[in-house]
């Protein structure tokens, strides 16, 4: 059974900084893309980073230069390192995994980030 749960949310002031954590069970970590996600209210979810298999990384444009993504096979979990944030960060931020081409097949139920301007 597969299990993905985020933790690390909470609220910090514009230009602080949030560290998330994502762990995973249930599937071959070190073979699966991992990604992360968020949700602001009223808005679609929205991709925002990759970490591929190989160790490629990938970043959607408002988050580079800021956000850091990395993983640990040998602990089956997915950090997300946020500096400089503002309140368009703030979403609920989603861990998703890709075992299988194409998209993401298993997600987490989500860690709430929010930034006080």
């Known amino acids: 059974q597969v299990h993905i749960s985020e933790s690390g949310g909470g609220s910090v002031q514009t230009g602080g900084s949030l560290r998330l954590s994502c762990t995973a069970s249930?599937?071959?970590?070190?073979?699966?893309?991992m990604g992360w996600f968020r949700q602001a209210p009223g808005q679609e979810r929205a991709w925002v980073t990759t970490v591929f298999p190989s160790g490629k990384l990938q970043y959607s444009e408002p988050v580079k230069g800021r956000f850091t993504v990395s993983r640990d096979n040998a602990k089956a979990t997915l950090y997300l390192q946020m500096n400089n944030l503002n309140p368009d960060d703030s979403a609920m931020y989603y861990c998703?995994?890709?075992?299988?081409?194409?998209?993401?097949?298993?997600w987490g139920q989500g860690t709430q980030v929010t930034v006080s301007s």
């Open positions: 998703a995994a890709g075992v299988r081409r194409p998209g993401w097949q298993y």
């Open positions: 249930g599937f071959t970590f070190s073979d699966a893309s």
